[in-house]
């Protein structure tokens, strides 16, 4: 007697979402924590970044609704790469 059966529609769901999560991790996600600050001669910001579909995209925020300095969005295929470019944007001003 077999308490459950699954069906191979089912087990190729779960091996989807799998395949899905560990999509997500190989492409650069990182968990959402504190946004990091950096420093230049015009002041302190927040590099703040979210992911748009295929890429992530970084900006630096000095107010505190979080809007992107001077409306500038930096984009990288991960997250890192995004946030990197930010905080080389904020370097350069």
Not at 10 to 38: C, F, H, I, W
Not at 49 to 76: F, I, K
């Amino acid at each position: 007697m077999r308490l459950y059966e699954m069906d191979t529609g089912e087990a190729t769901k779960t091996s989807s979402a799998k395949n899905l999560r560990d999509l997500g991790l190989k492409n650069g996600y990182k968990m959402e924590t504190m946004p990091e600050t950096v420093t230049t001669k015009d002041g302190t910001f927040e590099i703040h970044s979210e992911s748009h579909g295929p890429h992530w995209v970084a900006w630096l925020a000095r107010t505190s609704d979080g809007g992107p300095e001077q409306s500038v969005l930096l984009v990288g295929q991960t997250q890192a790469e995004a946030e990197a470019r930010a905080r080389m944007w904020a370097e350069r001003r």
